[in-house]
């Protein structure tokens, strides 16, 4: 691709402007830290009959299609635990902020939330890219961040909580799913930022493991809406499928490109790791009808603690509004957090942390165990085909939940990866 420097050099700037501003931010600590430097645990301010959580998502730009219903959650399940009792004693007191798309707004969000607010653990990020922005803040103030979105592996953080998917529980069952139906040569499409390039790094090599055919691999730069060219140069590959790891509203736009260069579902049909409920709604079912998703949990998924969940949702944002599994992790995360909390009977990090190991939740998507030593959470793989409806039907499961291996150890063709 002619433009290919072009997106590095772009990448690699936008890159060390984030890692300026997290550096910048992690040196200015001590003006709100009065017990000490920012490599020093931050404060947590417990001394009234609440406890404060930073909520830190997109609240703005391209990534709002997609966060904005992930703080909702959170909001949910806060409401629910404020209502029975609270943690500890304290009623939780969200305090969220606006991420707006924007990596070194998240790192200066989460900054503010640690030392400012003093809050006790923060939820939120979506994007591989804010994550990333964010983590050396938190584990230089030692604070807990609870990530709830998939994401490509290849991380483990003292700090961090990773209660989406990693990709042995979304990417290779995926790939496993297509393989079994016949699809081997496969056309790769993605936002051009960590996630997407690592995931695709990672389905390469599972690609050459399996007898598997890459076609083609694109990227679009976060929230375009330009996919013409893309759009015909899978068309033209004849590929047996799309995986897709575009993020936010240029979703929107692929799918109409899509269709609008005659491909359809039947003759080659996308599976698509970023598209849930919400963004089936916002880019329209007659643009995504029958098309495949791979996530843990979906609206449709059978048990009580789901129809709990659902009904619970609607009677608070609206009955056409759907669930989806980055919510149902965010939701998952606060009641999680919460039973760590109980066990240390602490909200001290540290104590929170080696509580952790072994704690079980009967959540929507069912039962959930965290793995203390990774601090990612066994997960049940689920594919499902998108509906007329909007909801998307699980036509493959894993059966039972599987432990995470973020680092891929397990895969002999993912040696080199790491």
């Not at 599994?325 to 540290?350: C, I």
Request: hydrophobic share 40%; aromatic share 10%; glycine share 8%.
């Amino acid at each position: 691709m002619s433009s290919l420097p072009h997106i590095h050099r772009r990448r690699f700037l936008a890159g060390t402007a984030a890692l300026a501003a997290v550096v910048a931010l992690s040196a200015c600590g001590a003006k709100t830290d009065a017990a000490g430097s920012s490599d020093k645990a931050a404060k947590i301010d417990v001394s009234g009959d609440t406890v404060k959580v930073g909520l830190l998502n997109s609240l703005s730009g391209t990534m709002a299609i997609s966060e904005v219903t992930v703080r909702n959650s959170l909001t949910l399940a806060i409401d629910e635990i404020n209502a029975s009792g609270g943690v500890l004693g304290k009623k939780i007191k969200p305090i969220s902020e606006d991420g707006a798309s924007d990596w070194p707004t998240f790192a200066e969000k989460a900054q503010k939330l640690i030392k400012e607010d003093q809050v006790a653990a923060t939820f939120g990020c979506w994007t591989s890219a804010s994550r990333k922005a964010v983590k050396p803040v938190f584990e230089k103030n030692k604070s807990l961040l609870f990530y709830p979105v998939q994401y490509e592996g290849l991380e483990q953080s003292p700090y961090i909580f990773y209660t989406g998917a990693t990709t042995n529980q979304q990417i290779v069952p995926a790939l496993d799913y297509l393989k079994s139906q016949g699809l081997k040569k496969l056309y790769l499409v993605g936002s051009d930022y960590v996630f997407p390039r690592t995931a695709n790094k990672e389905i390469r090599a599972y690609a050459k493991a399996n007898g598997m055919t890459i076609l083609g691999e694109d990227y679009a730069p976060l929230g375009s809406t330009e996919f013409s060219t893309i759009a015909n140069k899978v068309k033209s590959s004849k590929a047996d499928a799309v995986f897709n790891t575009l993020n936010g509203d240029s979703n929107v736009a692929f799918f109409k490109e899509y269709k609008s260069a005659g491909l359809t579902a039947k003759s080659m049909p996308v599976v698509s790791v970023s598209i849930a409920e919400e963004e089936v709604k916002s880019i329209g079912t007659q643009y995504l009808d029958g098309q495949l998703t791979a996530w843990n949990y979906y609206q449709t998924t059978q048990g009580a603690a789901n129809e709990k969940f659902v009904k619970a949702y609607k009677a608070k944002y609206g009955q056409d509004k759907p669930t989806s599994d980055p919510m149902e992790a965010a939701y998952v995360s606060v009641y999680l957090w919460k039973a760590m909390v109980e066990k240390a009977k602490s909200f001290d990090p540290e104590k929170v942390k080696a509580a952790s190991d072994g704690i079980t939740f009967d959540a929507p998507e069912g039962k959930v165990t965290i793995d203390g030593a990774s601090q990612h959470i066994y997960k049940t793989a689920r594919i499902g085909k998108v509906g007329s409806d909007g909801l998307i039907e699980q036509v493959w499961d894993s059966g039972k939940p599987i432990k995470p291996d973020p680092y891929l150890k397990g895969y002999s063709w993912a040696s080199g990866l790491s």
